[in-house]
């Protein structure tokens, strides 16, 4: 066998590969879409639950899923790219550096209950946050940061060193550097760290239901307990109340991660054009 046929064929797994994660991707979205949409109607959405779920709609959980996520992109975005800068610009390679990265990956790794436990330990009891938006959002900005530290620490690798010496040149301090050139040329990849650590806080159930609690009401503050969408469909289906409730949550999740991603794309594609304009 040559190697234009093994290109061949090597080219043909991967296209197959592709293929069956797309397909795969859209059975499990058409399945949900199919059964939960019927469902879907205003009440549903503006109205909050009864009857544990089996009547009423889950306007209370999409603004807990909403606090909760935006409480953890709140904390780990700032700190992650932080992190990612000094990483990147600041700190000289050597054993701090190769424990620090090690420890990143190492925490991406650990299993979201886990971080439900961990969080559970400290910021419910220790700190006494008690089940709250606040304990929920600390615990998936730990789940979520090193997903944007390793994100945000690659984007801005991929910034040609000239950019920086060509600023160092003119005048421009460190900082400024980093400020004005490299945070710029590296945003499309932080944004889609970003997006992922969304898709993650959004679709979390573990480490949420032990720290942000199960309640039914509308959280007004970060001290107040609160149920996720995820949560609420976890709780709908393991206890049986109601697979057509069940089917409409699970829509709504995914509807809502279709507009994000493609409002953070678009995004992308703007600041592209911006820069190449």
């Known amino acids: 066998m040559n190697r234009k046929i093994s290109q061949q064929i090597a080219f043909a797994v991967l296209r197959a590969a592709a293929l069956a994660t797309v397909v795969i991707l859209a059975i499990i979205i058409f399945y949900i879409l199919i059964n939960g949409i019927r469902h879907i109607n205003i009440e549903f959405l503006t109205e909050r639950s009864l009857d544990m779920g089996r009547k009423g709609g889950i306007f209370p959980f999409i603004v807990s899923t909403v606090y909760i996520t935006m409480v953890s992109l709140a904390i780990s975005v700032p700190v992650g790219i932080g992190a990612a800068i000094f990483l990147t610009e600041y700190a000289r390679?050597?054993?701090?550096i190769n424990i620090v990265r090690f420890c990143t990956e190492t925490l991406a790794g650990i299993p979201s209950i886990i971080f439900g436990l961990s969080g559970f330990v400290f910021f419910v009891i220790f700190l006494g946050f008690g089940w709250s938006v606040l304990s929920g959002g600390l615990t998936l900005a730990c789940m979520v940061l090193p997903t944007i530290v390793r994100t945000s620490e690659e984007a801005i690798k991929t910034v040609p060193v000239s950019y920086r010496e060509g600023s160092l040149?003119?005048?421009?301090?460190?900082w400024q550097t980093i400020v004005k050139v490299v945070l710029p040329g590296s945003i499309p990849g932080i944004i889609t760290g970003v997006i992922l650590s969304i898709g993650r806080a959004i679709g979390e159930t573990a480490a949420v239901i032990l720290t942000a609690g199960s309640s039914l009401r509308t959280p007004v503050s970060v001290l107040d307990p609160a149920r996720s969408m995820s949560v609420h469909?976890?709780?709908l289906t393991m206890e049986g109340i109601s697979n057509e409730k069940a089917f409409a949550t699970a829509?709504?999740?995914?509807i809502l991660v279709i507009a994000i991603n493609f409002a953070a794309n678009r995004t992308i594609r703007l600041i592209s054009c911006s820069r190449n304009n």
């Open 93 to 96: 390679q050597g054993r701090f």
């Open 251 to 254: 829509t709504v999740l995914i």
């Open 233 to 235: 469909l976890y709780i």
């Open 169 to 174: 040149a003119l005048g421009a301090t460190k």
